[in-house]
């Protein structure tokens, strides 16, 4: 029995190593749109005008303090199963929505992070800065931003993690990643036994996926700690 | 109380928003039970989370290798995995044991499972912000503590721990505005919270931004409070000199 068990489970390995892919996928595509679009809203949040750093306050307090679930549900029933661009109907994938849907929790967390790490700078670099003559833009571009990507990289890392957890919510609205094709398979061979092993081997590919992550971002934060 | 709704509902339709369905006795009496279950489920889980979190800390911070170890491992294996999987392992699998060994007798509802993984779940996060506020305890106060002739349980009891608690403090509440939100998965076993019940209602009229904007404010109101409340007792154990 243990025999046939492991069986099913080899020839299920490569639907769930798809099932997987699109998991990473995901969680890829989303870390690169929140970091790119965190960046922009945290660049407004530390700016000294408070008309662009109302908006993004709100911006990161909302997508901040929502469930991620309820985000997915949001972007995936929101958005239009289709998008009109230049005359052509393009199909909009659930992915992709479930994409945007934590690229705007993740957006607003490398926000805070950006400007967590920009408030750790002690003021006195700017000061010593300004007293060397350097303009505002010339002390962020050399003095403060070379300082800030070392600090923000383990936080980031720990953000990354976290999101590829998340990506498991995809299975909820649909998408044909990993837990659904646990499901599936599960459904399909119906035994005991079997549907033991898939689940746990689902949790294991997690694992396996964001420990060393994990690993990587303790080693790193001890290394940066007194720098 | 109705001629407020019909008040709400027509001040919305005039922002383009149709809320027409709060008039619906059917629709508003399960939201609101909705609403009534993710509190619950708020409530027991932040309770159970906190009793995992001391016990897990507990184990870690031992010095035996045979609590700390086991201990760790758990710790590992719930933060790098994610909630919804962990879920799944204890509803459809364990659960499923559980039903095929003793039959229809199974004690444990999907609010039971939900409620018993999220206070696993956050525990092992829990856990870790009391273990670094353990350690952060300095070695020259413990010290200074047991010259004075205190006892080890004393020394736990009346030192350790409430400075501990004090320096774990802010982590512990932001882990519990997380645990606030992660009672949304609950829905993906049917459990009838606020999120299953706006699932089963634009599931028949659709209105899904009107729900999802209910559903943030609910949620925002939700973590809200838990952070008025950790505000609170930071402002009312905070010691001069420990802690911000």
């Known amino acids: 029995m243990v025999i046939e068990t492991a069986g099913a489970l080899w020839e299920w390995s490569p639907a769930l190593a798809t099932g997987f892919w699109q998991n990473i996928l995901i969680s890829l595509l989303a870390i690169a749109i929140g970091s790119l679009l965190g960046l922009l809203i945290g660049a407004l949040a530390v700016s000294p005008l408070w008309i662009t750093r109302l908006p993004a306050r709100i911006w990161v307090q909302v997508f901040r303090n929502a469930p991620w679930l309820v985000l997915i549900y949001f972007t995936t029933y929101v958005f239009p199963f289709e998008l009109h661009i230049g005359g052509h109907w393009v199909a909009f994938p659930d992915w992709v929505k479930v994409t945007i849907g934590l690229a705007l929790p993740a957006s607003a967390n490398v926000a805070e992070i950006f400007r967590g790490a920009i408030g750790s700078i002690p003021g006195t670099q700017w000061e010593a800065s300004r007293s060397l003559a350097f303009t505002r833009g010339q002390i962020f571009r050399s003095i403060i931003l070379p300082q800030c990507f070392k600090r923000m990289l383990p936080p980031w890392m720990n953000l990354y993690a976290v999101i590829t957890m998340g990506t498991a919510l995809a299975s909820l609205v649909g998408v044909h990643d990993l837990i659904d094709t646990a499901q599936i398979a599960s459904n399909t061979v119906n035994r005991t036994g079997f549907t033991v092993m898939i689940y746990f081997s689902v949790l294991a590919l997690f694992f396996v996926y964001c420990y060393p992550i994990s690993r990587l971002t303790q080693h790193l934060e001890r290394r940066y700690a007194f720098s | ?244």
């Open chain 2, 1 to 244: 109380m109705s001629h407020w709704l019909e008040v709400f509902v027509q001040w919305a339709a005039k922002l383009g928003l149709n809320y027409s369905f709060v008039l619906d006795a059917y629709a508003r009496d399960s939201l609101l039970q909705g609403a009534l279950t993710t509190v619950w489920l708020c409530l027991f889980t932040l309770v159970g989370s906190l009793l995992a979190g001391v016990t897990l800390a507990a184990m870690l911070t031992s010095g035996k290798p045979w609590l700390a170890r086991p201990a760790r491992v758990f710790v590992e294996v719930t933060r790098n995995t994610p909630t919804l999987v962990q879920l799944y392992c204890a509803f459809l699998v364990l659960n499923m044991l559980l039903t095929q060994a003793v039959g229809t007798a199974n004690p444990l509802t999907p609010f039971a499972w939900v409620v018993i993984v999220i206070s696993l779940h956050k525990g092992a996060f829990h856990a870790e912000a009391l273990r670094a506020g353990i350690e952060a305890v300095p070695a020259v106060t413990l010290e200074a503590a047991s010259s004075l002739a205190f006892s080890s349980r004393q020394l736990l009891w009346n030192v350790q721990m409430p400075l501990a608690v004090r320096f774990a403090l802010p982590s512990l509440v932001n882990n519990l505005i997380d645990l606030v939100k992660m009672t949304a998965v609950a829905s993906a076993i049917a459990v009838g919270d606020i999120t299953y019940a706006s699932i089963m209602i634009w599931t028949q009229s659709d209105n899904v931004l009107e729900l999802m904007i209910l559903l943030l404010a609910f949620f925002g109101l939700l973590s809200f409070v838990v952070n008025c409340v950790g505000r609170f007792l930071e402002a009312r154990l905070r010691m001069p000199g420990y802690g911000h």
